[in-house]
């Protein structure tokens, strides 16, 4: 299933300074029974954005009218727990395009890939510097830059780089899954199998 394109991303943010963030915290496990990738970013943290009776908690990020923005910004260790693909799913289908950590769960990292969510990871004080920007401006916006494979603070123009893995950054530029990749490379496989036979 093919997704966005991801070159550079501009946009505001929202701010969830919490840590050992796991994915059943991301999605409860009692939203996982659809298969499609739709429908799941309504029940985004779920249990942090709503009380019982199903009414809004003032207190969460999410529900603040002052943030907003298609990059999530996360304390340290997000991800982690079970390695539902769900919880990407979730973040994706509510519109969040990028998270910044200073640490991922690696099954979570690669599902965030595998369907078009950046995962940024950055040094803890670069996080820090993140935060107090946004605090300073909940408008501050951040530029990722995939090509270059930076984040600025655009308020003071502070950068940092990050890692991503060739293939995978390949994938996102072209807005491609795995089956997409293969697909695209259709017309090669082809030939390389019609060499074979021979």
């Keep these: 299933m093919a997704y966005d394109k991801f070159t550079v991303l501009t946009s505001t943010a929202v701010p969830m300074p919490i840590e050992n963030v796991d994915t059943d915290q991301i999605i409860p496990a009692r939203f996982l029974k659809a298969t499609e990738r739709k429908g799941f970013g309504d029940n985004l943290f779920r249990d942090w954005r709503y009380n019982n009776d199903d009414t809004p908690k003032k207190d969460f990020v999410l529900n603040n009218p002052i943030y907003s923005g298609k990059i999530l910004v996360a304390g340290r260790n997000f991800g982690s727990g079970s390695s539902r693909e769900h919880a990407a799913w979730a973040i994706y289908d509510y519109g969040f395009r990028c998270v910044v950590s200073s640490f991922f769960a690696d099954i979570f990292k690669n599902n965030s890939l595998n369907i078009g969510i950046l995962p940024v990871q950055v040094s803890p004080e670069f996080l820090n510097k993140i935060f107090t920007a946004i605090e300073a401006d909940p408008k501050a916006e951040l530029e990722v830059n ?30 491609y899954d795995d089956i997409d990749y293969l697909q ?14 021979y």
């Design 146 to 175: 995939l090509p270059a494979q930076t984040i600025t603070i655009l308020a003071t123009g502070e950068k940092e780089s990050f890692d991503i893995n060739d293939y995978k950054k390949d994938n996102m530029t072209h807005g």
């Design 184 to 197: 695209s490379m259709k017309e090669e496989i082809s030939r390389f199998a019609a060499k074979s036979l």
